[in-house]
Each structure stands twice: as structure tokens, then as C-alpha cells.
């Protein structure tokens, strides 16, 4: 009872009454972008932060999101990149194999789940698939432990031990990367991640070298996701500037109104709706990634806590 009291505190305080003094004249709650705020590369929100409003997972969680509506006339249309941090890792590391399994279209997450639990592909559980995925990406990408990872899945640490096992043995390449990132933090104090226009950016990373085990950890973990979640960031605001050049362009009544890492939100009239899920994903797919596929998946619904997926054309 006193778990279930604290959640709704926060939900009331944070996510209602915290909303309330941000309200402006247009009745209508504005973040402000800060896209180098995030020492990781990604962007950040504040005056309030929207990125951080609960996901729709459980009914607290939808319920809060529920609260952002579009207005009379028009839908909530989300586009979201599909994997990108794999994808960018793929990219980054050469892993053929895992590139292959992108360009092959496979469920790298229900692959990686039948693999760790041993079963056929056709058999994997959605709790499996989803397990897969979070110890793909934090566990084995940024360097998460078994025991983290189990507590935070509710499986046991030698489960969690199975599935890290299951990827890295599928993926060497990608293995061999990570610590190559690790070791030349160590050697270089920093870590570069290239940019969309073939600049360079930096991030210092002089604990990497410390005797200290868990500062050494935190750096080591960094050199491995700032190049990758700096560079889906990348992406991602990349995208979010040419589709408001698109719309201003095309004088529509279409608008953005939030972005959450790899998410784009907007706002479309009915009439606007066909162009939007037509030209949103080209524009977001568009700025290649080597022969690695980019995909843009799109949900749609009347508040954003209710949001059902598309099927968007090929």
C-alpha cells in the first residue's frame, strides 16, 4: 500500500499539479528542447520535461499520457524509429551478421529469445521477446549486469547470463567493437562520435582510466552508448527540422508538437492525414545508414496514452 500511495504521489505531483503552472495562454503545455543537454548526446526537454511522462505499459502510465489530446479535427499520429540503436550499432561495429539479419528483415529481439530460452522462433513469448530486447540493448550494448538485469526483468540472474551469451555469441563482431570502445577510452580519456554532416563531436571520458572499479564501469559503459545514442539522436533531429521545412514549405496546417529520443509526434487534420504518413516516414528513412535498412514504425489514436499501431506502406 505505501508502493501504491508513493506512485500516485508522484503521478499527481509530477505529471498533474507539476503540468498545471506550465499551462499558457493558448491552454496548451510547451517543452523546451536543450539538444546538447544530455552529456550521452541525446537531446533533453525542461520548463517541464515531456520526455519523461510514464509509458503506456500499465494503466497509470496510460491514464497520464492520456491526458495529452488532439484537438477537435484532427488525430495524434507518432512515427518512431524501428531498432535504430541496434541498427546504428550494426552500423558502427560491421557486424555482418547482425547487418544480415536487418537486411534479411528477421526480429532480431525474437531471434536473440530463441537462442537465450532455447526454443523455435515460432514459439517465442511476447515476455521473452521483450526480455531479449532490454538485455540486447542495456544489458549487452551499455553494459548492464546479469544480477541488474534480472532484478530489473524479475528473471533469474543465470537467464539473464543466457540471453547476453546468446547475443554476443551471435554477434562477435559487435563484441569486439564494444571493447575496442572500452580500451580506447582507457588509452584516449575520450570517446568521438561522428555526425550526420561528417563532423566529429567529443566526449571526455577520463575516469575510463581510474582505479576506482565503479568509475572505471560508468565510463567504459559511456564510450559504448554515447556514439551510438548520440548518433540515433542524430537522426532523429535531423529529421525533425526537414519535416517542419516540409510543413512550412507546403503551407500545412500539420504540426509537431513532441519528439521523445526516437519518437516524432504531430498533430494532422484529416485531410493532411494520407500526406503525413506518406512523406513523415520518406523524410525520416532518408539520410542512409550504409546497406543497413531504416525503418519508421507509426501509431495513431485521439490521445497519446491510446496510440494503435499502423501498417504503413511500403
Not at 506512485?7 to 536543450?34: F, I, Q, S
Not at 537486411?103 to 536473440?112: A, F, L, N
Not at 572505471?216 to 545514442?229: D, L, W
Request: with cysteine.
Amino acid at each position: 500500500k505505501l508502493l501504491a500511495r508513493r506512485e500516485l504521489v508522484k503521478l499527481k505531483g509530477t505529471y498533474a499539479d507539476g503540468l498545471l503552472p506550465h499551462v499558457r495562454a493558448d491552454g496548451r503545455v510547451h517543452t523546451t528542447y536543450n539538444p546538447d543537454r544530455a552529456r550521452s548526446g541525446r537531446g533533453g526537454a525542461e520548463d517541464p520535461n515531456l520526455q519523461n511522462i510514464p509509458r503506456p505499459k500499465t494503466p497509470l502510465g496510460k491514464m497520464a499520457r492520456n491526458c495529452f489530446v488532439a484537438p477537435p479535427g484532427t488525430t495524434l499520429i507518432e512515427f518512431d524509429y524501428g531498432q535504430i540503436e541496434l541498427r546504428i550499432a550494426a552500423y558502427l561495429s560491421g557486424d555482418r551478421v547482425l547487418i544480415d539479419d536487418f537486411r534479411s528483415g528477421v526480429d532480431i529481439h525474437r531471434k536473440s529469445a530463441a537462442l537465450a530460452f532455447r526454443v523455435a522462433l515460432e514459439d517465442v513469448t511476447d515476455k521473452q521477446r521483450s526480455d531479449a530486447k532490454s538485455i540486447a540493448v542495456f544489458g549487452t550494448l551499455y553494459g548492464q549486469s546479469d544480477k541488474s538485469m534480472a532484478e530489473i526483468l524479475s528473471i533469474p540472474q543465470a537467464q539473464a547470463g543466457q540471453i547476453r551469451e546468446a547475443i554476443w555469441g551471435r554477434y562477435p563482431t559487435l563484441a569486439r567493437w564494444c571493447q575496442t570502445q572500452k580500451l580506447r577510452a582507457q588509452a584516449e580519456g575520450e570517446v568521438w562520435v561522428e555526425t550526420l554532416d561528417g563532423c566529429w563531436r567529443r566526449r571526455q571520458l577520463w575516469q575510463a582510466g581510474s582505479a576506482d572499479k565503479t568509475q572505471r564501469g560508468h565510463a567504459e559503459r559511456q564510450a559504448v552508448n554515447t556514439p551510438i545514442q548520440a548518433k540515433a539522436n542524430e537522426y532523429t533531429y535531423a529529421s525533425l527540422i526537414e519535416i517542419v521545412r516540409w510543413i512550412l514549405d507546403e503551407g500545412l496546417q500539420s504540426r509537431v508538437v513532441l519528439t521523445v529520443h526516437d519518437s516524432i509526434a504531430l498533430e494532422v487534420p484529416a485531410a493532411e492525414r494520407a500526406r503525413v504518413l506518406r512523406e513523415v516516414p520518406r523524410i525520416m528513412c532518408g539520410w542512409g545508414l550504409g546497406d543497413i535498412p531504416v525503418v519508421v514504425d507509426a501509431a495513431e489514436g485521439p490521445a497519446w496514452g491510446s496510440l494503435e499501431k499502423l501498417k504503413l506502406a511500403a
